[in-house]
């Protein structure tokens, strides 16, 4: 008895795509959901805003991808944010480190920092897209690296959209 061809075929296929569909059922997944969107309010204390801050910038603010805090290494991508603090003081002449934050966070490519390309995205805009207030969080945790969170709810970032 000969096979048709086709059922050789459809045979095949179905083999085929009962083979991968089973693989696939095998590999582990990872449900992603999207980010929290985490509100300011004029009660949340500095060390809520530096935990919150944390979490903005190891999950929505994607920071941690390309920034490292602590554990040195050649070959960085961007600046170690370990000590930042301590740094964005003294950074610019003439400018507080909370005005040097709020600038690299707003307009990253304004100053770059000595052996460093530009490439950070401004991370109020697409495709990241914080929050004024959000911004505010993260750059209470980046003042608690090496330093004194000085931001509360109340801080006003001049390039904030108000």
Known sequence: MKIPVSVKVLVL???TTGFYTMVG???PQK???PPEVV?????MTTEEMV????EIFEGKGICS???????GGANERFPNLEGVAVRAETRIEGETGLEYLAQSLYEPNAFLVPGFAAGMPQINKPPIGLTDGEILMVIAYLQ???G???VTPETELSYAAD
């Open 13 to 15: 296929t179905l083999v």
């Open 25 to 27: 059922q095998l590999v």
């Open 31 to 33: 449900e992603v959901l």
């Open 39 to 43: 509100e300011i309010s004029a009660d």
């Open 51 to 54: 935990a919150n801050g944390k």
């Open 65 to 71: 991808t390309c920034h490292k805090i602590g554990g």
């Open 144 to 146: 608690s690296l090496g």
């Open 148 to 150: 004194t969170p000085t």
